[in-house]
């Protein structure tokens, strides 16, 4: 009897000890990736190919002029280096935005949070369209916070982005990876036959982190899970040389020799397909306001299948153009994992 006791004890310990390391192991695994910018904003279940790579894309001149008359025959992309076939090629034009606008208010901006918050204004009443686009509003110090959920109501945007206040550590990587989070499973789909929206990331800050629990690499990765272009506004003015004078009729810097915190923000943008800024007052970035606008309704779209099965790793992109003055803003690449089907949140109401 106790012989029997003891087995039926070693093997309620065995099942416990599998129950726990099956649980853990689910736990420890990274974060399914979303599906692609156009599929994953589908209304309702869908089931992708998960060889399927989608890539949303600009092309520009040297001068950040926008070129939107090119064809597939334009194109080739290359996946690890290697030429892959378009499968399909669009330009989608005119699609409604869900932005995330990311703001700094840790310690570290204190002086410039007026700046902060004028640019984050500004941005969203040259970007925001009533009706059609909608965003959220999410500070950062020692943690991030949602402080207003999406909406297309640029009046009461503004109205909390005036309230905020600045103080505490910083962690801007967790900000970009829970804001990236946020844009990928919560955006309110638009009514009609054609919910595709575009996602993106305004973060305005100076680029430094003291207190994130997650990498920059990280926050990198969920961007480019999530399909969100981040476009980063440096709030640091340490590369305009403390001796200069400043031409106040021609508002003309020179700029100087960009810090860390200003590289951070570079690559947060280059890694996803966006821009960084490095203005000194709010009016510098007026036009570059209207240019990312006008951008993000004119992108071109391909999608290619690499072939072979998911294994978890990251696989390059590079986007060929064939017209010589022409450059590519795309994102840098993707994470090869196979996926469930996916549920896209249900539409919102319009706001008012």
Not at 96 to 110: A, E, F, K, Q, Y
Not at 117 to 127: E, G, K, R, S, V
Not at 153 to 162: C, E, N, V
Request: hydrophobic share 35%; proline share 6%; aromatic share 8%.
């Amino acid at each position: 009897m106790i012989v029997m006791k003891k087995r039926a004890l070693l093997i309620g310990f065995s099942i416990l000890s599998a129950v726990a390391a099956a649980v853990n192991a689910q736990q420890s695994q990274p974060p399914a990736p979303p599906q692609a910018p156009e599929q994953a904003s589908r209304q309702g279940t869908i089931v992708r190919n998960v060889t399927l790579v989608d890539v949303l894309f600009s092309v520009v001149t040297k001068r950040d002029k926008l070129v939107t008359d090119l064809n597939k025959e334009d194109f080739k992309v290359f996946d690890d280096g290697v030429q892959q076939e378009i499968t399909s090629f669009s330009q989608p034009t005119d699609l409604p935005l869900r932005i995330g606008m990311v703001l700094d208010t840790s310690n570290s901006i204190r002086d410039r949070l007026k700046f902060e918050q004028d640019a984050a204004i500004d941005f969203l009443f040259n970007a925001l369209r009533r009706d059609k686009d909608q965003a959220f509003l999410m500070t950062f110090d020692d943690g991030p916070q949602i402080i207003k959920d999406f909406t297309g109501d640029g009046d009461a945007l503004r109205d909390t982005i005036l309230k905020q206040r600045a103080g505490g550590g910083t962690a801007l990587y967790d900000a970009v990876y829970e804001a990236s989070q946020q844009l990928l499973s919560k955006s309110p789909l638009p009514p009609g036959p054609n919910p595709d929206v575009r996602r993106v990331l305004v973060v305005i800050s100076d680029g430094d982190d003291n207190s994130s629990n997650r990498s920059r690499g990280a926050a990198v990765e969920m961007a480019q899970r999530a399909g969100v272009i981040i476009y980063a506004i440096s709030t640091s003015t340490q590369w305009v040389s403390l001796g200069e004078e400043r031409d106040q009729s021609k508002r003309i810097n020179r700029k100087y020799a960009k810090d860390e915190g200003d590289h951070v923000l570079e690559q947060l943008a280059g890694e996803t397909g966006g821009r960084a800024f490095f203005p000194y007052r709010v009016d510098d970035l007026g036009q570059s306001f209207l240019d990312i606008g006008d951008e993000l309704r004119h992108q071109y779209a391909l999608a290619y299948n690499p072939g072979g099965t998911p294994d978890g790793r990251f696989h390059t992109i590079r986007i060929q153009v064939s017209r010589k003055d022409a450059i590519v803003r795309s994102r840098k690449g993707y994470y090869s994992f196979s996926m469930p089907p996916y549920s896209a949140p249900p539409a919102a109401p319009s706001n008012p």
